[in-house]
């Protein structure tokens, strides 16, 4: 028994390699368009502000290659637009790693990178990003624009502190001067009252002398009116004696001279 083998001519084996070789061409040139075609649709919705479209086809294109820095940056953007500004951070810090060669795209990274920081007050790291932004392209005004404005508001915010600092310890002087004052008052209402019941004791103990001495008066009272009336009693008795005397012994008449 013989085994048969199919031999393959040359000339049909180089033209199979010369299809899967286009095949395979085909295939990374469709799959390099597809990405930039969701871009570009991505693009097309920014523009219309149709923002979470545009996140939907960014988000498309980061699937089918996710190294494209431009599909991160633009995806930043979008999601900026959506307020999802924490998201936002993540891409544009990516995009800026991805941003190797291209230091114009890479300055727009941290340019916004620095607008998100500033729209919530973290004055602070977003005068880190604009200078980033700066050191990769010198000329954007815009940029030179935002970090002046930063950095005085970031004067302004340390001078809001330090005087929101300074009401605090005065509130806190005058809380505890308050509360000192209260004391004191407590302490001298105590004393008033301290003094208005020495008042009312010393008033009720000199009732209560007065109360005591009273009968002391009225029995002293009492015995001079019994010696009076005593006196009176012996004078009534001595008159009466002497009356009674008189009466017993002659009179004498006395006459008028007669001229």
Not at 139 to 149: C, P, S, V
């Amino acid at each position: 028994m013989y085994l048969t083998y199919h031999i393959i001519p040359t000339l049909r084996l180089r033209r199979l390699c010369l299809l899967l070789g286009l095949l395979f061409v085909s295939t990374v040139a469709a799959l390099a368009q597809n990405d930039r075609t969701f871009i570009r649709q991505g693009n097309r919705q920014y523009r219309a502000r149709k923002w979470t479209a545009a996140e939907v086809q960014y988000r498309k294109a980061i699937a089918r290659n996710a190294n494209n820095p431009q599909a991160v940056y633009n995806l930043g953007c979008a999601l900026m637009m959506q307020q999802k500004d924490s998201l936002a951070m993540q891409q544009f810090a990516k995009s800026a790693d991805l941003q190797t060669t291209n230091k114009i795209r890479r300055a727009k990274s941290f340019h916004n990178m620095g607008v998100i920081m500033q729209n919530h007050q973290e004055f602070a790291k977003a005068i880190e990003c604009y200078k980033m932004a700066l050191r990769n392209n010198p000329q954007d005004n815009e940029t030179r624009y935002n970090l002046a404005l930063c950095k005085h508001q970031l004067k302004n915010q340390k001078n809001q502190q330090n005087q929101n600092k300074n009401k605090s310890g005065n509130d806190k002087n005058n809380k505890d001067k308050n509360k000192q004052n209260k004391k004191n008052k407590d302490q001298n209402k105590n004393k008033d009252q301290n003094k208005d019941q020495d008042k009312q004791n010393n008033n009720q103990n000199k009732d209560k002398n007065n109360r005591s001495q009273k009968p002391e008066q009225d029995k002293m009272s009492r015995d001079n009116a019994e010696q009076l009336l005593n006196a009176a009693v012996q004078q009534e008795k001595a008159t009466k004696q002497k009356m009674q005397k008189a009466m017993s012994q002659p009179r004498r008449r006395q006459y008028d001279k007669n001229w």
